[in-house]
């Protein structure tokens, strides 16, 4: 008895301690106050996602790509991905563990004593339980398929966190180009207006001019108003998907020339094949469906027993007795575990529907996300050869206008026209940039071949 208290004693220092890790709600909003982007350790998860350091930290101009991986450093939408796959993870150990024995120490009194020894009857025995038939094998393959799940679901996250980054870069970016072309109409607007007036106070237009002429650049400074408060909520919005109060992007500069232009429809066949191939969520769909498999796999094999072993050591008043055999075995003479096998069966059959309609689904948005990026191309084509007759009618009047031909209330009219057509360029390339993120949330894979990185994070990524 003193024996196996002192074993027991003895294992005790190698178990875990409970550590509190209290959460206080002022210092987490004081250290989201904190965040920026000049942190050296945003520097040196930079450094290691590109491969090369950063030149002039912080670099004062930051494109999509730096912004993005900002966004996967500080995503609270990621923390929580990979606080879940720790989760998954630690599940494969759990299911990995070789059950215990169990320790027993029975005690007995003898009145009347029937040996020659003390009246006692005590001493120790152990159950050890042995699984057959694979049982754990297939419970840490079930595991290791869930924990595969969780890690694909951090690509997928990942992938989200970089479409918010991308449209609210967009959002900017329209924003931004918006209020220039606007700038330069309300500025027209503003001198057509002075000019109709003197031309009215001489008898050359009616009011009805007079009129049109403030209405016009009365819309166009309320238009120009509503770009700039759109520029606001573009910067919070992107501030919000990498996870940095507004004040982060301060003394920094948005590189969005990349919007200018917009690449090039992918041809059917290859859009398939990345959508198949590369959407992380349809590969952590697959991977469940493994976890039912080898789930299916664990209640076949629960239909045979378990051993249990239960070797001992008896003091029968007097007597020493040394016990060998079975502890017991579950004879599985009822149902067979017929109950759990069709519901795993069950299990596995909707794990299969889940994936094949998120497999359809996911071919249904691409069809659409690749049909509507085309008409947008077609539009941006059309809306370029607007701005390109503009022009020619601008210069025209230009030059009209310095050989004294035309007069200066019809050049600048023509620029408030140009200005216009820009605008209206300007949304054509701004839609055909939201269809080209929809084709690229479809596939989960970037249109443009110069910013291709590979998506697919690494352990090392995950951790930060």
């Given at each position: 008895?003193?024996?196996?208290?002192?074993?027991?004693?003895?294992?005790?220092?190698?178990?875990?301690?409970?550590?509190?890790?209290?959460?206080?709600?002022?210092?987490?909003?004081?250290?989201?106050?904190?965040?920026?982007?000049?942190?050296?350790?945003?520097?040196?998860?930079?450094?290691?996602?590109?491969?090369?350091?950063?030149?002039?930290?912080?670099?004062?101009?930051w494109?999509?790509?730096?912004?993005?991986?900002?966004?996967?450093?500080?995503?609270?939408?990621?923390?929580?991905?990979?606080?879940?796959?720790?989760?998954?993870?630690?599940?494969?150990?759990?299911?990995?563990?070789?059950?215990?024995?169990?320790?027993?120490?029975?005690?007995?009194?003898?009145?009347?004593n029937?040996?020659?020894?003390?009246?006692?009857?005590?001493?120790?025995?152990?159950?050890?339980?042995?699984?057959?038939?694979?049982?754990?094998?297939?419970?840490?393959?079930?595991?290791s398929?869930?924990?595969?799940?969780?890690?694909?679901?951090?690509?997928n996250?990942?992938?989200?966190?970089?479409?918010?980054?991308?449209?609210?870069?967009?959002?900017?970016?329209?924003?931004?180009?918006?209020?220039?072309?606007?700038?330069?109409?309300?500025?027209?607007?503003?001198?057509?207006?002075?000019?109709?007036?003197?031309?009215?106070?001489?008898?050359?237009?009616?009011?009805?001019?007079?009129?049109?002429?403030?209405?016009?650049?009365?819309?166009?400074?309320?238009?120009?108003?509503?770009?700039?408060?759109?520029?606001?909520d573009?910067?919070?919005?992107?501030?919000?998907?990498?996870?940095?109060?507004v004040?982060?992007?301060?003394?920094?500069w948005?590189?969005?020339?990349?919007?200018?232009?917009?690449?090039?429809?992918?041809?059917?066949?290859?859009?398939?094949?990345?959508?198949?191939l590369?959407?992380?969520?349809?590969?952590?769909?697959?991977?469940?469906?493994?976890?039912?498999?080898?789930?299916?796999q664990?209640?076949?094999?629960?239909?045979y027993?378990?051993?249990?072993?239960?070797?001992?050591?008896?003091?029968d008043?007097?007597?020493?007795?040394?016990?060998?055999?079975?502890?017991?075995?579950?004879?599985?003479?009822?149902?067979?575990?017929?109950?759990?096998?069709?519901?795993?069966?069950?299990?596995?059959?909707?794990?299969?529907?889940?994936?094949?309609?998120?497999?359809?689904?996911?071919?249904?948005?691409?069809?659409?996300?690749?049909?509507?990026?085309?008409?947008s191309?077609?539009?941006?084509?059309?809306?370029?050869?607007?701005?390109?007759?503009?022009?020619?009618?601008?210069?025209?009047?230009?030059?009209?206008?310095?050989?004294?031909?035309?007069?200066?209330?019809?050049?600048?009219?023509?620029?408030?026209?140009?200005?216009?057509?820009?605008?209206?360029?300007?949304?054509?390339?701004?839609?055909?940039?939201?269809?080209?993120?929809?084709?690229?949330?479809?596939?989960?894979?970037?249109?443009?071949?110069?910013?291709?990185?590979?998506?697919?994070?690494?352990?090392?990524?995950?951790?930060?």
């Open positions: 008895m003193r024996r196996a208290l002192l074993i027991a004693l003895t294992l005790l220092p190698g178990c875990a301690t409970y550590q509190a890790q209290p959460i206080v709600p002022d210092q987490i909003a004081r250290q989201f106050e904190e965040r920026s982007l000049a942190s050296d350790e945003l520097h040196a998860y930079l450094v290691r996602e590109l491969g090369h350091d950063v030149q002039s930290w912080p670099p004062v101009r494109n999509r790509e730096l912004l993005s991986l900002a966004a996967w450093y500080y995503s609270p939408a990621l923390d929580l991905a990979r606080a879940q796959w720790g989760t998954a993870k630690a599940g494969v150990e759990v299911a990995d563990a070789i059950p215990n024995p169990v320790l027993q120490l029975p005690f007995q009194y003898a009145t009347p029937p040996g020659p020894g003390a009246p006692f009857i005590w001493g120790p025995a152990l159950d050890i339980p042995i699984e057959t038939a694979g049982k754990r094998g297939y419970r840490v393959d079930q595991a398929h869930l924990s595969e799940a969780a890690r694909l679901a951090i690509g996250e990942a992938w989200k966190v970089r479409a918010q980054v991308r449209d609210a870069l967009l959002a900017l970016y329209a924003a931004r180009k918006r209020s220039v072309a606007l700038s330069h109409k309300a500025d027209a607007g503003q001198q057509i207006v002075q000019m109709v007036v003197k031309r009215r106070a001489v008898g050359e237009n009616s009011r009805p001019d007079v009129d049109a002429a403030v209405l016009a650049a009365t819309q166009a400074e309320a238009d120009l108003a509503a770009a700039r408060s759109a520029e606001q573009a910067r919070a919005q992107l501030a919000a998907a990498i996870g940095v109060p004040s982060a992007f301060d003394g920094i948005l590189d969005l020339d990349e919007f200018d232009a917009v690449p090039p429809a992918p041809p059917a066949a290859d859009a398939q094949r990345d959508a198949i590369h959407r992380a969520d349809l590969l952590a769909s697959l991977a469940e469906y493994a976890a039912a498999e080898s789930a299916l664990l209640e076949v094999a629960k239909q027993p378990d051993i249990h072993l239960g070797p001992g050591y008896t003091y008043t007097g007597t020493h007795k040394i016990g060998f055999g079975l502890g017991g075995i579950t004879l599985p003479v009822f149902d067979q575990n017929q109950g759990g096998i069709k519901q795993a069966e069950a299990k596995r059959r909707e794990a299969a529907a889940r994936t094949g309609a998120l497999q359809d689904t996911i071919l249904g948005d691409l069809d659409h996300a690749l049909t509507r990026y085309r008409s191309l077609d539009s941006v084509q059309l809306s370029q050869r607007h701005v390109a007759t503009a022009r020619r009618q601008l210069d025209s009047q230009a030059a009209g206008f310095a050989a004294g031909n035309t007069d200066r209330l019809t050049f600048t009219q023509a620029r408030a026209d140009y200005e216009a057509n820009v605008i209206a360029h300007l949304d054509a390339v701004v839609a055909a940039r939201q269809a080209a993120g929809g084709l690229e949330d479809a596939m989960q894979r970037p249109l443009e071949p110069e910013a291709t990185r590979d998506e697919s994070l690494t352990e090392q990524d995950i951790r930060r």
